[in-house]
């Protein structure tokens, strides 16, 4: 699996699992007492209360929601009994490509930002223990980057949200309730007529030369425009779009140096043929749970 590809894994299992293990947790503390009868539904005055609700939950996600908070553990201690860490470097480095290349990354997705670089943290240490001793020779990790240098270029990337209307007229208006003080993602959810962005505020996520998904005066205009600030008005197939720049970042071309470890760990995992899985040290952690072996 190519880099990018395994980066587009990670970004999108991250999103799932911290937002399924989020939802999961957040129900289950309000459980206890009268709560559990407290009703979350009804259909024709039938009543749905919310024990038996977040016993549904828990039959179809509570399993694996536990292995993976288990599996955290499981890496954590392994970690700590190897002496085995990943600078902060690291993480940003990771989290800096993947904002750059997944780019469904958006404002809300963001909102977890903590608890991304968490799990690339866990990532990485649990890629460091599988491999940690696995040996891969300095001319092997240097020929691998040079033929594969492209994988270590970060593109620079415009974090936009866009407003999209009809007609000039509309447009106009919409510029001018934002120069009185309008707030842009009200604007956006109130008559953007692009509905998926729209649902967000506007928010479009990162994008960057090599998208295909949005007109290259998109681009044109992001570079030019500072961050926080918005467009005037630019033609486009649906009408007529105005857009915001919420973050840049810029392009970087990183050198053997600075990926010579992940590299090095990239390689040994293909060497080794395995899956990538916390599984393998679940015995040397003396894991018990409710689910058994």
């Known amino acids: 699996m190519g880099r990018k590809q395994l980066w587009t894994v990670i970004a999108a299992l991250i999103l799932v699992n911290c937002l399924t293990l989020a939802f999961f947790l957040s129900k289950a503390n309000l459980a206890g ?5 407290e ?18 939950l828990e039959t179809r996600y509570g399993k694996d929601v536990l292995k993976d908070m288990v599996d955290q553990k499981v890496i954590e201690e392994m970690a700590a009994k190897y002496r085995i860490k990943i600078s902060n470097q690291d993480v940003e480095r990771e989290f800096r490509m993947l904002k750059a290349t997944y780019n469904s990354f958006g404002k809300q997705n963001l909102k977890n930002e903590k608890k991304l670089k968490e799990q690339i943290r866990t990532n990485l240490l649990l890629e460091e223990l599988l491999t940690k001793d696995v ?12 033929k594969n240098k492209e994988l270590f270029n970060v593109p620079a990337a415009y974090h936009l949200s866009h407003i999209v209307v009809g007609t ?14 309008s707030n842009f993602s009200t604007l956006a959810m109130e008559r953007s007529i692009d509905e998926f962005s729209a649902n967000e505020g ?15 005066e998109y681009i044109q205009i992001a570079k030019e425009l500072k961050t926080g600030a918005y467009s005037q008005p630019i033609n486009v197939e649906q009408g007529f779009a105005i857009l915001k720049l919420e973050e840049k970042i ?11 470890e992940p590299i090095r760990r990239q390689m040994a995992l293909e060497k080794m043929n395995s899956p990538v899985s916390a599984a393998t040290f679940w015995d040397d952690a003396k894991v018990d749970w409710v689910y058994g072996k």
């Open 250 to 260: 810029t392009g970087r071309n990183y050198a053997f140096k600075d990926v010579k």
């Open 168 to 181: 000039k007229e509309e447009a106009d208006q919409t510029i001018q309730e934002l120069a009185g003080g």
């Open 33 to 37: 007492g009268a709560e559990d009868k």
């Open 202 to 216: 506007g928010d479009i996520g990162y994008i960057s030369e090599q998208d295909e998904r949005y007109p290259l």
């Open 135 to 146: 040996k891969v020779s300095n001319d092997e990790l240097e020929s691998y980057y040079q």
């Open 39 to 56: 009703t979350v539904a009804t259909v024709r005055g039938k009543t749905i209360v919310r024990k038996e609700w977040l016993n549904e």
